[in-house]
């Protein structure tokens, strides 16, 4: 998914309770170093929502807020994902976000005793290794980023470069010389144009798109639809356009979620639920 899914959602937050929080109990910060020495025996287990989850409260809780200025570049999947999972935790504590982490532990692993110190501190919890950061290169190996299968074609190169900077005159250009090219994919995301300026946040694109009949309901290689994208993003406008041009609310990504499954805004998700 976050590309300008990250990009879209770096807001500023209003003063939270992170700030000039009280010290974290020891107990907890145990019960919570415990929780991320179980989580690897449990990777293969679980699927990438919840292992995000697990990133986003790990970071809130180790390093607090992420600073919504300094997020990944658009073109930067992976590190977007994680980001705005991150991102996500702004309004919590750090010691609330110990806590829910070791709550979704408990979830996942019924035999563990999150009220058991398991691990002994040693002082300085803030420099312990990063459990997260042996996670990080497994988490997404079944997903988006992997090497070109198929290069892309100069003209696909021009489409996609028009496509990012709105540039319609050139890709009506290109469209009419190759109509097929309407549905090409780019080389690494197998993202459509449609995909991708759904993403971006390009409306002048998709509306352009969906007039020259783009399908809706094309999937990149996490079988995600331009309707996905635009629920992730919080883009109610772009997600009506697709509605109305017959995008599929049930449409299922590889993590089996619908749209409105993978949106946050109430008010969205209401409108994408099939």
Not at 125 to 138: D, L, N, R
Request: charged share 25%; aromatic share 8%; proline share 5%.
């Amino acid at each position: 998914m976050i590309i300008a899914w990250a990009v879209s959602s770096f807001q500023d937050h209003p003063k939270n309770e992170n700030q000039e929080e009280e010290p974290i109990d020891t107990l907890l910060e145990a019960k919570f170093d415990a929780a991320t020495t179980r989580l690897p025996g449990f990777l293969t287990k679980i699927d990438q929502k919840t292992i995000l989850k697990f990133y986003g409260l790990y970071k809130q809780a180790v390093e607090g807020p992420a600073d919504s200025k300094k997020g990944p570049y658009w073109f930067e999947t992976v590190a977007r994902k994680k980001f705005n999972s991150w991102l996500a935790n702004s309004q919590m504590s750090r010691s609330r976000a110990m806590e829910a982490y070791c709550e979704l532990m408990a979830q996942l692993d019924t035999s563990w005793d999150p009220d058991a110190e398991t691990v002994k501190k040693s002082g300085l919890w803030e420099k312990m290794p990063s459990t997260m950061g042996v996670i990080e290169p497994e988490m997404f190996d079944d997903a988006v980023v992997h090497p070109p299968t198929k290069l892309e074609t100069e003209t696909e190169k021009k489409w996609f470069a028009a496509m990012r900077v709105s540039d319609i005159d050139t890709m009506r250009t290109l469209l009419r010389n190759e109509p097929e090219i309407i549905e090409a994919k780019d080389q690494y995301l197998a993202m459509t144009a449609l995909l991708w300026a759904t993403d971006l946040g390009c409306d002048p694109v998709v509306q352009f798109l969906i007039e020259n009949n783009v399908d809706v309901n094309a999937v990149d290689g996490c079988l995600q639809t331009a309707l996905h994208f635009a629920a992730q993003c919080h883009r109610p406008l772009l997600a009506e356009l697709l509605l109305q041009a017959g995008a599929d609310r049930s449409a299922l990504d590889a993590d089996g979620l619908t749209p409105s499954e993978c949106c946050d805004d109430e008010d969205l998700r209401k409108k994408l639920t099939p």
